[in-house]
């Protein structure tokens, strides 16, 4: 058996072709990186922008319709338990870099830029203007808005119920009401005289009525508080 002779100009040459087909390929990877972190930037820009804009050029026919929702259902939400739709550049909290990741499809699939981002979520959540469940939506158009992704932790299972006073004024009365009346259903028979009547009753409730309702008015007037038709996308917080 003959073995061929090692050339080593050839050697030489393998080598080197090999080292250069090694540093493209490492250049590539390095382009596609920074092209991506560029992409990143981009995007955490437009999150923070003060621009703001009412549609973006979606491919309708690539949508999927369950993620699209009308301007009033939104306000119907966030009136029911008591939440902010706001621009994201007032969104204080952490905002997971999965959304990212859906942008930069959705912008890939469309084949647009995305911008006008808005997020649904409580109020604690949000950096706002003084003069746990975040959604994030980019607008279409007419009043709707995409879903784009959601993450946190669900709402708590009572809080639309606890948030039902503060709707209106009248939801407020009426709760004032009842806890007035429950409270005055807690006196022990005979607190205030050996025999109880209808009368000393109603003077009773009266009383509690007046009490309740001064401090919820006072705690209103010094909280700054507003009802929840009001503030769902007010950017001011002392609403």
């Known amino acids: 058996m003959v073995f061929k002779r090692t050339n080593v ?83 204080k909290g952490e905002l997971p870099y999965e959304a990212i990741i859906k942008i930069k499809q959705l912008e890939k699939t469309h084949k647009t830029d995305l911008q006008g981002f808005k997020i649904v979520a409580p109020s604690k959540l949000f950096k706002l203007e003084n003069a746990d469940d975040p ?13 784009i992704h959601k993450w946190g932790n669900d709402l708590h299972p009572f809080r639309k119920l606890l948030m039902h006073p503060f709707k209106n004024i009248e939801n407020l009365a009426i709760t004032t009401l009842l806890v007035s009346i429950f409270v005055t259903g807690l006196i022990p028979d005979g607190f205030f005289g050996n025999q109880d009547t209808s009368s000393q009753a109603g003077v009773i409730f009266l009383f509690i009525f007046n009490m309740i309702g001064g401090l919820v008015i006072y705690y209103g007037l010094a909280t700054g508080k507003n009802f929840n038709h009001a503030i769902w996308d007010s950017k001011y917080y002392k609403t």
């Open 9 to 91: 100009e050839e050697q030489l040459q393998l080598l080197k072709r090999k080292q250069q087909n090694e540093i493209a390929i490492l250049n590539d990877v390095r382009t596609i990186l920074e092209q991506d972190d560029a992409k990143d930037r981009k995007i955490y820009e437009a999150l923070s922008s003060d621009q703001t804009s009412s549609c973006n050029q979606f491919k309708f026919e690539l949508l999927d319709t369950k993620n699209i929702f009308h301007i009033d259902q939104i306000k119907s939400i966030c009136i029911d338990y008591r939440l902010r739709f706001l621009d994201t550049k007032y969104f």
């Open 135 to 147: 959604l994030l939506f980019a607008p279409i158009g007419n009043g709707y808005y995409f879903l």
